[in-house]
């Protein structure tokens, strides 16, 4: 008797921001410690995992040109690193809808590889946790792991190790997307060159973990901070203009999320949200606004149903 083909699987994955983002000096392996504060925030992606006997990979949506649609791409390498795991062939295509701007300081890889890995050990019922799961979302890369998580949480290493931040309030925010993307060694590079031979300022983890324990969003503005901004403004002077121009429109903070180019605003509720968006998609500072959320879940799968 043959085997039944199993139904596919869909897995929603969220982009992340970084609340806080320390940088440690450069090490003598060439990556640098981190101590970043992970967001999830609702603009996603999603990913589909199909059985198929026509192995592959599919890119649908914002900035696909872009996206390697081949076994360079990160969800591809989450397929082959949990079929070598599972030890099978990683026989299935992979269908990826693009909502998380590319090369845009949001991790959008790093999601679409932690919901491949989820998508695959649901499609196999290879029944591993989300603990066994993060083991290999490590080896993929730095994000990765917190993916597949989601919510708050503080990062540390190379932001592979993380544990959870407790915040029950919903915080809102406006995304300013850039024309262009950056690459993340460039930027970590651009800092390196702009501190030269100066260790990195203090920037303590405490006061936005306090902020987020008490839920006030003008608190937590105060408490925002990003070592990699200054290193992203240098590469592309034009967002300068892009952060005066939220807190301009009535947003508390601006920063750029995490390497860039995108800017994230923190308001003090949705419909404020609403209105700086509104209003700084009309100053043309940035290619177009988003409103989002967080912190929301990570990687889940939203569909498994065998079709009617
Ligand atoms: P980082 O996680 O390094 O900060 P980012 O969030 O700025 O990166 P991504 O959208 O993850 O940016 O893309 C970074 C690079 O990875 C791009 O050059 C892109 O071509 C490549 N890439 C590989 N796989 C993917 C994928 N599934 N989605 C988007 N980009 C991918």
Redesign the pocket.
């Known amino acids: 008797m043959l085997a039944a083909v199993p139904p596919p699987v869909t897995v929603r994955v969220p ?1 992340k921001i970084n609340l806080h983002l320390a940088v440690g000096p450069l090490r003598d392996d060439g990556y640098h410690d981190l101590v970043t504060v992970f967001h999830a925030v609702s603009l996603f ?1 999603e990913v589909t995992v199909v059985a198929s006997e026509a192995p592959g990979i599919e ?1 649908h949506g914002e ?1 696909v040109s ?3 649609a081949d076994e ?5 390498r989450a397929v082959q690193v949990l079929a070598e795991k599972a030890d099978r062939d990683p026989d299935v295509r992979l269908v ?1 809808r ?1 909502g ?14 932690a919901a491949a890995l989820v998508g695959l050990s649901t499609l196999w019922k290879l029944d591993l946790t989300r603990d066994e799961l993060s083991v290999l979302a490590a080896e993929l ?3 990765v792991t917190f993916a597949l998580y989601g919510g708050t949480a503080v990062g540390t290493g190379r932001g592979e190790q993380i544990v959870p931040v407790l915040s029950r309030h919903t915080q809102h925010w406006v995304i300013a997307l850039h024309r262009g ?5 460039a930027v970590f590079r651009e800092l390196d060159r702009l501190r030269g031979d100066s260790p990195p300022a203090e920037r303590p983890v405490e006061p936005v973990l306090e902020a987020l324990a008490g839920g006030d969003p003008r608190q937590l503005a105060l408490s925002l901070g990003n070592d990699l901004q200054s290193a992203a403004v240098s590469m592309i002077p034009d967002l300068r203009r892009t952060l005066r121009a939220g807190v301009t429109a009535g947003a508390l903070a601006g920063l750029v999320s ?3 180019p ?1 800017c994230a605003f923190l308001c003090s509720g949705a419909e404020a949200a609403l209105d700086v968006a509104t209003e700084l998609a009309g100053v043309g500072v940035c290619r177009t606004v988003r409103i989002a959320h967080g912190p929301v879940p990570g990687a889940r799968v939203v569909d498994h149903e065998p079709p009617a």
């Open positions: 982009a992606d890119v900035g872009e996206v390697p360079t791409n990160l969800a591809w990826l693009k998380i701007p590319v090369s845009g300081g949001m991790a959008g890889g790093s999601a679409d590889a890369g730095s994000d993307g950056l690459s993340t060694p995490g390497s860039g995108t």
